[in-house]
């Protein structure tokens, strides 16, 4: 907030050319970063039409049209739309998706996502088939909303139903998608991709409760992440542990969907295969948090879990891996991005060192 942030979210593409229509509103005097590797744009320009972004470019490159209304920026920083890498379509406003009303749709998208500047939301597992639907309806202009990615339904080990997904299975009336051999993995990849679904989901390691963790068989994994990999798909996976991570990479997963707290701080060899194998890793340290808060913990014991997974960020960032932000929003009611941020800010990105954020 420091830096003068005036809008989190460019609400469409991006073009340099000026519109030939009317345009809705201009903002002047911004600096403008578009892209996250991209030179910021200093005195910068915004039309918007229609609620898209019709032009973008620095003062005199753009023409602001006769009449339209300004927003003067004053050299505020104005940031291209973000990205929800880790989210779900969970609860009672993507139940039975076809029939619900696109202005109910609507206004739960923006409130959860919209506000907090996503554009782009990927659902990492829900149940039923409504992330396709809503999905569908999205893309044909009925229902404003980000652009929604899915994985659909993930893939967990045999006899392996995470303790709280359970009831999630059953007000969704689907049974468990355990998978027991590779094959029936493989199959059902397909299937799932051939529907329109943009990757998959693998829970290398299920939490069981009182039972601890439940690993996934490595050729499973191998088979499903396969499938993905061959389409350009992403393959993702919840690693709970360690182990669970090798079996994920070994698998062909390209993004971690969360860190793995619970085993303590990540040694130097493991950083560095993430780093080797281009794997990434998506923090939730705020999930982590809510959940351990639940038990409920000591404060003490909050504060080193909590602190495991600012380590592991921290190595990974500091030896040039890469890091997506999610938040896990849907399966906790946190679709505020403040805690997730204030969190990824408490530790330097140099070995996780403390750091005045």
């Not at 590779?182 to 051939?194: F, H, K, N, P, T």
């Not at 495991?308 to 040039?320: C, I, K, R, Y």
Request: with cysteine.
């Amino acid at each position: 907030m420091r830096t003068g942030i005036l809008l989190a979210v460019l609400l469409g593409g991006l073009a340099c050319a000026a519109p030939a229509g009317a345009t809705d509103l201009a903002i002047v005097g911004a600096r403008i970063i578009p892209a996250p590797d991209a030179e910021p744009v200093d005195d910068g320009v915004i039309l918007v039409d229609a609620g898209r972004i019709e032009a973008v470019g620095r003062a005199g490159e753009v023409a602001v049209p006769d009449g339209t209304p300004r927003l003067e920026a004053g050299g505020q920083v104005v940031v291209a739309g973000f990205w929800n890498s880790h989210m779900h379509l969970l609860g009672e406003p993507y139940r039975d998706v076809p029939g619900q009303p696109a202005g109910k749709l609507a206004a739960v998208l923006q409130e959860q996502y919209g506000r907090w500047g996503f554009t782009t939301v990927f659902d990492l597992a829900s149940f039923g088939g409504d992330a396709p639907a809503l999905k569908q309806r999205i893309e044909a202009g009925e229902v404003p909303g980000p652009r929604l990615l899915s994985v659909g339904m993930p893939f967990f080990p045999l006899d392996g139903t995470p303790v709280y997904t359970r009831q999630l299975l059953e007000e969704a009336g689907v049974s468990s998608p355990e998978v027991a051999i590779a094959e029936e993995g493989r199959a059902r990849a397909i299937r799932q991709l051939d529907e329109g679904l943009d990757g998959v989901k693998l829970f290398t390691g299920a939490i069981l409760g009182r039972d601890g963790v439940k690993l996934m068989d490595a050729p499973v994994a191998a088979a499903v992440g396969g499938v993905a990999r061959a389409r350009g798909k992403p393959v993702f996976a919840h690693p709970t542990t360690v182990r669970g991570m090798e079996i994920a990479i070994d698998g062909g997963a390209n993004v971690l969907a969360h860190t793995t707290p619970a085993d303590g701080p990540w040694n130097d060899g493991i950083v560095a295969r993430l780093v080797r194998d281009g794997v990434a890793v998506v923090p939730t340290l705020a999930m982590f948090e809510i959940e351990i808060q639940r038990e409920p913990a000591p404060p003490a014991v909050v504060e080193r879990f909590v602190g495991n997974g600012q380590q592991q960020v921290a190595a990974l960032a500091g030896a040039g891996g890469t890091i997506l932000f999610g938040t896990d929003a849907g399966y906790v009611e946190a679709f505020d991005t403040t805690r997730e941020l204030q969190l990824l800010a408490t530790r330097a990105w140099t070995g996780g060192r403390s750091s005045p954020a």
